[in-house]
């Protein structure tokens, strides 16, 4: 092996050492903490609290949960649930959001600023199932395209709900 290979391989050793220490990493072993969460929509705040466990999301990406020590980060939400875990063995709270996003900052907090947030346990199976008819009845029919425009989002919005409800 010649010096310049040499030399070219001892100048990269720091970095690959700082990304394996970094990919070794796992949430339990940096989750010591609580964090502070706010969940609000443009005209209201729902919840705050300094001493959450965890917060389940439904990023675009996929579900997500977020411990104390997060890294930061910004996550568009998709419809579903949003779960709030205080303490160990407790009770969640859940809430269905239909669109937002999730900002994780680096202090241990996280701010869900959601379009629109409704207790879980405030819908009926009946009801969920009546307006994903009523929506998939729109988006079949020959309704204008801003008509199935709005009846696809709300196709997706019901679905995602009868999703969460079914869990």
Do not use: C
């Not at 092996?1 to 990304?19: E, G, H, N, V």
């Amino acid at each position: 092996m010649s010096a310049f290979k040499i030399a070219s391989a001892l100048r990269t050793l720091p970095r690959q050492a700082a990304l394996a220490r970094s990919a070794r990493r796992g949430y339990a072993d940096v989750a010591d903490g609580k964090l502070s969460l706010s969940l609000v929509l443009p005209h209201q705040s729902l919840y705050s609290s300094t001493g959450v466990v965890q917060v389940n999301i439904p990023a675009a990406t996929g579900d997500m949960g977020v411990l104390a020590n997060h890294v930061a980060s910004i996550e568009p939400l998709r419809p579903g649930v949003v779960e709030v875990i205080e303490e160990n063995g407790q009770q969640a709270k859940k809430w269905f959001v239909s669109a937002g996003f999730a900002t994780v900052h680096g202090n241990n907090s996280l701010t869900i600023n959601a379009v629109e947030a409704y207790p879980l346990d405030k819908f009926s199976a009946e009801s969920v199932r009546a307006g994903l008819a009523d929506a998939n009845r729109v988006l079949s029919s020959s309704a204008p395209d801003v008509e199935k425009a709005e009846a696809r989002i709300e196709i997706e919005v019901f679905e995602g709900l009868q999703a969460a409800m079914a869990k």
